[in-house]
């Protein structure tokens, strides 16, 4: 095996060293043994393929690196797997402005995706506070949603084609770019969210979109979350919302500890919304402001005057993960459907307080799309390893909820190694025999990702 992928790599293209294989065989997961063989780093297309032929004949598994800034284990090799690192595959390769498509590398970071755009007077709008790190293939891989899916939808609907590497070693350009394709299977779809178990996205086709007008930054004290869905109706009827995100008086704690700033409101609020929308619309959404104000459901908000302050305020929200950092926090990436959200908080709050009342609860998230961040932070006298297995063992409990609410146990951040166990909460079991099946096509001899998504 060490002969075969020297000779297929040059020296500078794979490294076997404690510190490399450490940095690159794990994302941003706590609790999991990280152990691959080695991490090579391919540069282009039939370094690939001949890896993944090399694979089914030696037996290799192989598990896909992009910006490791997932949550869920999806990029953890434990068990002596060889990383594929899409570092050195970070090029966008063209520009296509009639259609308004750019081909690029899997290993294009987000945030060059996005500064691209720019610079063509268009728009990317897939974003989340790890634009700056995460890279293409892997949002394609999980199919990340993050802050503007309320107006612009999932990384999903942004992806024209893909040219993939299967578990077999077939290539496949899927869908080539194309707004209408009615020739049977899209199987473009399937690789898209499949967590790099069925093949290597190496180049994806991307759509843009007209860059939107000047945006404002409105940030509001709720003192009930069941009256945040009160708020949200009432400036979706009066404005195109761009983004609407929630976090606790909790969580802004911890972001004002990190960062050393000031309140944004004058007094504390249990929770708070921030929201954007497009700045032509602002008479409406003072209005609908006021109206929120005169019912009770709001009782203080601020309004950005500037861009600057609408980066603060953009701040306070963007920067609550890397705050809870040092809490070791235990986190799930759940969804519901909107109006079931405050009953489904409620039942969570009383789960986690009935079995660990000594553990703060912290949470955030995407109300607009019905997806919540639940953090379960660890007490600084409790050992990591004991915290990491009492909360997964209420799991089971927490996600028998979302089952209940006809929910996801995963929203945007993959099921990976940390919820795999958990599938039959959200799938069936004829689904996930089917999504064997299909793994079992497009990788017969379970190469890929082993152990991810599915047992």
């Avoid at 296509?96 to 996005?114: F, M, S, Y």
């Avoid at 700045?279 to 929120?292: D, K, P, Q, T, V």
Wanted: include cysteine.
């Amino acid at each position: 095996m060490c002969e075969a992928l020297d000779q297929l790599f040059a020296s500078n293209q794979i490294s076997r060293r404690p510190q490399d294989l450490a940095h690159w065989g794990k994302d941003r997961t706590t609790g999991f043994t990280v152990a691959p063989s080695a991490v090579v780093f391919p540069q282009q297309l039939s370094e690939i393929v001949e890896l993944v032929k090399l694979a089914n004949r030696d037996g290799l598994k192989l598990v896909p690196s992009g910006g490791r800034t997932g949550l869920s284990g999806g990029a953890v090799a434990s068990q002596g797997e060889v990383v594929v690192s899409f570092d050195r595959m970070h090029r966008i390769l063209d520009f296509n402005p009639a259609d308004r498509l750019v081909r690029c590398q899997a290993g294009v970071v987000t945030a060059t995706l996005q500064n691209f755009a720019v610079d063509h007077d268009l728009y990317y709008p897939v974003d989340f506070a790890s634009s700056g790190s995460s890279h293409l293939g892997g949002n394609i891989a999980t199919n990340a949603g993050g802050i503007k899916v309320i107006r612009y939808g999932l990384t999903r609907d942004w992806i024209a084609g893909l040219q993939v590497v299967t578990g077999s070693g077939a290539v496949l350009e899927c869908n080539r770019g194309l707004v209408k394709n009615a020739t049977g299977y899209d199987l473009r779809h399937l690789f898209i969210g499949s967590e790099g178990t069925l093949g290597f996205v190496v180049e994806a086709d991307v759509r843009l979109t007209a860059a939107p007008e000047p945006q404002r930054v409105m940030l509001l004290g709720v003192p009930k979350f069941r009256d945040i869905l009160a708020v949200l109706g009432q400036l979706q009827k009066a404005v195109s919302l761009s983004a609407f995100e929630f976090f606790s008086e909790l969580a802004l704690d911890k972001v004002r500890a990190a960062r050393d700033v000031g309140r944004p409101l004058t007094d504390p609020c249990p929770f708070y919304v921030l929201l954007e929308f497009d700045e032509s619309s602002l008479a409406a959404a003072s209005h609908a402001f006021e109206h929120c104000l005169a019912e009770g459901w709001v009782v203080d908000g601020v309004l950005s005057q500037s861009d600057a302050q609408a980066a603060s305020l953009w701040a306070l929200r963007e920067d609550i993960s890397e705050s809870l950092s040092p809490f070791a926090p235990y986190k799930s990436d759940i969804s519901v459907r909107v109006r079931d959200m405050p009953g489904f908080l409620d039942d969570v709050n009383k789960l986690v307080d009935a079995q660990y009342p000594e553990f703060e609860i912290c949470w955030y998230g995407h109300i607009g799309d019905g997806n919540l961040h639940l953090n379960i932070l660890k007490p600084d006298d409790l050992d990591g390893e004991a915290f990491y297995q009492l909360c997964h063992a209420i799991s089971p409990k927490l996600y028998e909820l979302v089952a209940i609410n006809h929910g996801s146990i995963s929203a945007e951040h993959g099921v990976g190694l940390l919820k795999r166990d958990f599938l039959k909460y959200s799938r069936s079991a004829s689904e996930i025999d089917l999504m064997r099946a299909l793994k079992g096509v497009f990788d017969p001899n379970q190469i890929m990702n082993p152990g991810k998504l599915l047992v």
